[in-house]
T-cell receptor, first 110, second 117 residues
Framework: EDKVVQSPLSLVVHEGDTVTLNCSYEVTNFRSLLWYKQEKKAPTFLFMLTSSGIEKKSGRLSSILDKKELFSILNITATQTGDSAVYLCAVTSGTYKYIFGTGTRLKVLA | NAGVMQNPRHLVRRRGQEARLRCSPMKGHSHVYWYRQLPEEGLKFMVYLQKENIIDESGMPKERFSAEFPKEGPSILRIQQVVRGDSAAYFC???????????????FGEGSWLTVV
């Protein structure tokens, strides 16, 4: 059965810290891996990764995919309170279905 | 350009009642997807619809749940005889026609939170 596992489940850090969120997957016919940020409303798209070893970067956020070891990481540097959210990882398997992990709940303290 | 619009945002139903959740896709989008998010869980695919067609409902419970996307008007997710376990956030997403389904072309609405008491 296809599955996506995220770790840690939750994380509390202080402003300025750097965090690394993990996402591992088992899926047939892998197509792409996506990261979303969810703040009690619509998940907002962060990154889509399809190739191994190519870092995607947006401001303080970056992500990379390892298709051999079947995982991805999302890094957030110099965290701010506005980064507090649930970060969702999802994998598509060549169809329109996204398989989501349960998310990592990040809380950044001032 | 308005995003994916869902209503109601919050809905409270007693056990045994019906819940109707509506979703208007983004302008120009003809593909609609419904996902359910149970408390402390990730989003789970329920159903994929195009105008007047259900393409894939493999993630939707066989009983009490139905979905439609008529030629005119919003997509509707209908839950009959609700039970406490139906309490969840129901997210609608849409994408434009003729494009591969990929992360940067699917847009989520803000969700409808159903509480069954």
């Amino acid at each position: 059965e296809d599955k996506v596992v995220q770790s840690p489940l939750s994380l509390v850090v202080h402003e300025g810290d750097t965090v690394t969120l993990n996402c591992s997957y088992e899926v047939t016919n892998f197509r792409s891996l996506l990261w979303y940020k969810q703040e009690k409303k619509a998940p907002t798209f962060l990154f889509m990764l399809t190739s191994s070893g190519i870092e995607k970067k947006s401001g303080r956020l970056s992500s990379i995919l390892d298709k051999k070891e079947l995982f991805s990481i999302l890094n957030i540097t110099a965290t701010q309170t506005g980064d507090s959210a649930v970060y969702l990882c999802a994998v598509t398997s060549g169809t329109y279905k996204y398989i989501f992990g349960t998310g990592t709940r990040l809380k950044v303290l001032a | 350009n308005a995003g994916v619009m869902q209503n109601p945002r919050h809905l409270v139903r007693r056990r045994g009642q019906e819940a109707r959740l509506r979703c208007s896709p983004m302008k120009g989008h003809s593909h609609v997807y419904w996902y359910r998010q149970l408390p402390e869980e990730g989003l789970k695919f329920m159903v994929y619809l195009q105008k007047e067609n259900i393409i894939d409902e493999s993630g939707m419970p066989k009983e009490r749940f139905s979905a439609e996307f008529p030629k005119e008007g919003p997509s509707i997710l209908r839950i009959q005889q609700v039970v406490r376990g139906d309490s969840a956030a129901y997210f609608c997403a849409s994408s434009p026609p003729g494009q591969k389904h990929s992360g940067n072309t699917i847009y989520f609405g803000e969700g409808s939170w159903l509480t069954v008491v």
